[in-house]
């Protein structure tokens, strides 16, 4: 195939300067499987649209010609839709990526299917870290987050500052199970105990059953190892229930920007979460902001809004650098050689395992008298140094790891 640079310019669905384009130019096409339309839409859904088209906007305005379109599927949380999206990608659109696919047990999908199909998962909603583990493949990139730097991040400063009683209210499926376990290992490890643990299906708009057994347990820590809707419906529950007034604290495990703006800070203030990427913490970040909230009514973007711009942004050097898209393995072999540098997670780099490896961080929510502006929600408690973030690598069991 010729090289990429020279060709025609389709950028969020818009051709540009198509006339510079040759029959024999080779396009590249993003699929974007996401939530438009459940729990966790707000978190990624048309946001992660948004961030891929925006990334490949941008990546191509300084080079002329180059051809990139993106398209989005709505995988409604549910691994048979999921898996059903990306065949037809792979087999009949001629999709060379996949990025983001909130929901690990449809990320888990996603991940054979664009293996044994040689294609590229880009994955930045899914948190399960099982995809940097034992389930890793040469195809796929782990970006944003994972379970395994939640529990390190808010479970370990939690459980070090004497929240030595646990209760997990635990979605019943591949991420919840994960989050629950990489959160119990840091309880166990800070000599703390956990004293009960219940499951909830996904999406449930009812957690009154599981919020009274959370008090029964007299745990300090009830730990909400869900995301989204279930986090947000979860909390707001706990507050009708006297949960924290009664002594007992929430644990958020997966929390985000959008879930607090759901909850307000009245009733978020004083939460704990840890996430590698905040909107206000640069001008690069406000910058992005900006663009994401004109286009959204005001809503600003996610930690995952912006992993699906970077890890996009570094899929494209990669892809140019080989001069195709044809070949995924080698397309992901070439975003872990070389370094990634993008305006919103700044430099990293991409392990042998297909983690990305960057700083998170802690914060807290801020009291709504503390907040000076929308959106103004977090205030920095520690950073994370990129080499304590993540798991080690030797310690996932990924195939892909020697020794």
Not at 51 to 60: L, S
């Amino acid at each position: 195939m010729k090289a990429l640079l020279g060709l025609a310019v389709i950028a969020a669905g818009t051709a540009v300067a198509a006339t510079q384009a040759r029959a024999a130019d080779v396009a590249m096409k993003i699929g974007v499987l996401t939530d438009l339309s459940g729990i966790y839409a707000a978190r990624t859904g048309p946001g992660s649209v948004f961030a891929a088209r925006q990334a490949a906007a941008d990546f191509v305005a300084s080079r002329k010609g180059l051809k990139v379109e993106v398209v989005a599927g709505d995988h409604q949380n549910k691994p048979d839709i999921g898996a059903g999206i990306t065949n037809r990608w792979t087999d009949a659109d001629k999709v060379d990526a996949i990025v983001d696919v909130p929901t690990s047990s449809v990320a888990f999908v996603v991940n054979d299917i664009v293996k044994s199909k040689n294609k590229v998962f880009l994955a930045s909603g899914a948190a399960a870290s099982d995809l940097t583990g034992a389930r890793c493949t040469p195809n796929t990139v782990h970006w944003t987050y994972d379970t395994w730097a939640l529990a390190n991040g808010t479970g370990k400063a939690i459980a070090t500052t004497g929240g030595d009683s646990w209760f997990f209210i635990t979605a019943d499926y591949a991420f919840g199970h994960a989050l629950e376990r990489d959160t119990a290992a840091v309880v166990e490890a800070n000599k703390g105990k956990v004293v009960g643990r219940v499951r909830h299906p996904l999406a449930s708009n009812d957690f009154s059953s599981f919020l009274l057994q959370a008090q029964a347990s007299k745990a300090k820590i009830v730990a909400l190892a869900n995301a989204g809707g279930d986090t947000v419906n979860a909390i707001k529950q706990a507050a009708e229930f006297g949960i924290v007034r009664g002594g007992q604290k929430l644990a958020g495990m997966l929390v985000n920007i959008s879930d607090i703006d759901a909850l307000g800070l009245k009733t978020a203030q004083g939460l704990m979460l840890t996430e590698p990427w905040y909107w206000d913490a640069s001008d690069a970040n406000r910058a992005f902001a900006k663009t994401f909230a004109t286009a959204h009514g005001g809503r600003h973007p996610t930690m995952i809004h912006a992993g699906v711009y970077a890890a996009v942004t570094h899929y494209l050097k990669a892809v140019v650098a080989l001069g195709s898209a044809a070949d995924g393995k080698a397309v992901v072999a070439k975003m872990k050689e070389m370094p990634t540098d993008d305006p919103l997670f700044g430099a990293g780099r991409i392990r042998p395992d297909g983690r990305k490896i960057h700083d998170m961080y802690l914060f807290e929510v801020k009291r709504p008298e503390e907040s000076k502006h929308p959106w103004d929600y977090y205030k920095l408690r520690a950073t994370i140094p990129a080499a304590e973030a993540f798991r080690p690598l030797g310690q996932g069991g990924c195939p892909l790891v020697s020794g």
